[in-house]
């Protein structure tokens, strides 16, 4: 297997887990409780965009010929 393509598997993984982590972020007690009190948490979305986008790069870098 080519070196690129390990690579590309190996963003795809990290891009997948930090979509989980995003939206388990997203869910949990404490960002309910800053959006109680008023304040903005947007650690979740902002790590599930990034999970997004790592995941598509990885993606298409693996299945690249």
């Known amino acids: 297997m080519k ?8 963003v795809l993984f990290v891009g997948i887990g930090l979509i989980i982590y995003g939206v388990n ?5 404490e960002s309910e409780i800053k959006d109680f009190f008023g ?7 902002f790590t599930a965009l990034l999970g997004a986008a790592l995941a598509i790069g990885g993606g298409v870098i693996a299945i690249r010929k």
């Open 39 to 45: 304040k903005e948490d947007t650690t979740g979305m």
């Open 3 to 10: 070196t690129s393509k390990v690579i590309g598997l190996i």
């Open 25 to 29: 972020h997203m869910n949990s007690t």
